[in-house]
């Protein structure tokens, strides 16, 4: 037999031929006179053949197009009957994907161990936190669903639907154990580590005292193997912990008013012009919504309480300050930029005159300004009187680069009910929630010849590489907490509830470490600053 696609392929190559010198032409039209078709008949259905194919490729190139043009997260959200319960009750709707996401997994999770389903599981999360509000429950977070979800009410929520923990209890027997249970699994670790060469050492018929300096050589490095075989395991058997988000869509509102601070020094009149543009670029990859900037400067210390270029130096950071706020002028008559600069005091322990207490005290003293306190040491507060309702802080260093919307995001991460600071009066700390912030801090990339030997080897990945950056904190993700190394978002009113009259004067330097126990820092490594 012949097929189609033969036949008219040869019927072509031999149109113009002659039938009387080229006998194919002849067999081939006797072969269709057997099989009841002319070779017209043929080419004609093979052309139809060929351009039905060719709509149906394009019609399946078209329609795959049109599938990845879908925004398939706002479809299945759309059709998702616990999306629809979750919206009735809380800020579910005004919370970012991943977050909302992050509530869907939980109902997947305690549906697979319960009797429910999970339209079912959502009723009863909104109406728990509907219980938790009427009864005038002070604890805000409680009357979010997501508190019974993910947060502190998890528990007895399980015990409520009859959840069976399966391939859990594990996992949270080892989060129960808290710091005792991670430390013994470190020594435990490293006792194995060091158990292993000191064997081999005794069967070579090595002992007494060199024995015991090979042990004592070998207890830090055993040490360190431990500790990042253990927090391999953590992060790999936990995976990383998010921390739950509003959007803010519309940028951040008026009721979360932020202002990012650049503590620093006024050194040199290049250097002030080089920090009111770093102001600048803040605001430009950040320009949505009530955040404002305040350059929080000091002069350098001196043996002297002013110095010859103290007013010139003061002068240049104030018109500079200025010129950004006719270029970029604030909403409702508010400055959009501030120069809050401190005068120098005298240090007995340092004998020197300096700024009280350095960078821990111009944060301080900021809290206690932007409260209206008139005792502070601020000699420069402003053109015009500061907002008096700043929630948020952003504190960042001068050498501190921004993405777009990262003050956005980290104000939704803040202003998420889980995440409020609850202050414990007794202890004067945050034991829920969280007072702090820190995102992820990534140094930046050398540029040819520029970058340090300390910047070249410490800089991250290059590359496009997507998966490179994501990481895990082992105390983030096992105890709920990460550490405050001084570039973030702190709520002004439990940060400085937290921390009065902790520090005597004098007595601190390095102080993100202790601010972050006291004001419970957390850390959200998918925001990001360079």
């Known amino acids: 037999p012949l097929s189609d696609g033969f036949t008219v392929q040869l019927l072509q190559r031999l149109r113009e031929q002659d039938p009387v010198t080229t ?18 008949d043929m080419v004609r259905a093979d052309h139809q053949l060929q351009g039905a194919a060719n709509v149906t490729v394009r019609n399946i190139i078209t329609s795959m197009r049109l599938v990845s043009d879908i925004d398939w997260a706002a479809l299945f959200e759309a059709m998702s009957p616990v999306d629809e319960i ?71 929520f399980e015990r409520s639907v ?26 435990a670790t ?17 002992r007494g005292w060199p024995m ?73 990859s950040n320009p949505d919504g009530a955040i404002h900037f305040a350059l929080l400067s000091d002069w350098t210390d001196a043996l002297e309480e002013s ?5 010139a130096l003061l002068e240049t950071a104030r018109a500079g300050i200025a010129r950004l706020n006719l270029r970029h002028p604030g909403d409702d008559g508010i400055d959009r930029f501030f120069l809050l600069h401190r005068h120098r005091g005298w240090n007995a322990a340092q004998r ?24 502070t040491t601020f000699i420069e507060a402003a053109a015009r009187p500061l907002p008096a309702d700043v929630r948020y802080v952003v504190t960042l260093d001068s050498d501190t680069r921004l993405p777009r919307d990262a003050v956005v995001r980290l104000v939704g991460k803040m202003a998420h009910p889980l995440n409020r600071p609850h202050l414990d009066v007794g202890m004067g700390r945050v034991v829920e929630g969280y007072g702090v912030l820190q995102p992820r801090v990534t140094p930046s990339l050398p540029v040819g010849t520029e970058g340090s030997m300390f910047q070249r080897i410490f800089s991250s990945h290059s ?46 330097l390095s102080h993100d470490l202790f601010e972050g126990i006291f004001a419970r820092a957390g850390l959200v490594s998918d925001i990001e600053v360079v």
């Open 23 to 40: 006998p194919a032409v002849g067999w081939l039209e006797r072969r269709l006179a057997e099989k009841g078709t002319t070779p017209d």
């Open 86 to 156: 979750l919206r009735e009750h809380g800020v579910f709707a005004d919370m970012d994907f991943s977050t909302r996401n992050l509530y869907r997994n939980a109902l997947e999770q305690i549906a697979r161990g319960a009797a429910l389903s999970e339209p079912d599981i959502a009723r009863r999360a909104v109406a728990a936190a509907a219980t938790d509000a009427r009864s005038g429950d002070e604890d805000l977070r409680r009357h979010e669903p997501g508190y019974h979800l993910i947060g502190g009410g998890r528990r007895a």
């Open 162 to 187: 009859g959840f069976r923990t399966r391939g859990l209890t594990l996992r949270r027997r080892f989060v129960h154990a808290g710091i005792s249970g991670y430390v013994a699994c470190v020594a």
């Open 190 to 206: 490293a006792a194995i580590v060091l158990m292993l060469p000191i064997m081999g050492l005794w069967f070579l018929g090595i």
């Open 212 to 284: 015991l300096a090979m042990v004592l050589a070998g207890i830090l490095p055993a040490l360190d193997v431990a500790l990042l075989l253990v927090n391999r395991l953590i992060t790999g058997g936990f995976g990383a912990t998010l921390v739950p988000g509003l959007s803010l869509r519309q940028g951040v509102p008026s009721h979360l008013r932020t202002m990012v601070v650049m503590p620093t020094l006024l050194t040199t009149e290049a250097a002030i012009e080089e920090h009111i543009e770093r102001l600048e670029v803040h605001h430009l």
């Open 307 to 311: 110095l010859p270029d103290d007013a």
């Open 352 to 375: 020197r005159w300096i700024g009280w207490e350095r960078k821990r005290g111009k944060l301080h003293e900021l809290n206690r300004l932007l409260r209206g306190s008139g005792d």
């Open 463 to 508: 590359g496009i590489d997507p998966y490179a950056s994501a990481v895990s904190d082992v105390y983030q993700d096992l105890f709920g907490e990460g550490s405050y190394s001084g570039k973030g978002i702190y709520d002004v009113d439990a940060f400085e509830t937290a921390l009065q009259g902790r520090v005597p004067d004098s007595t601190m």
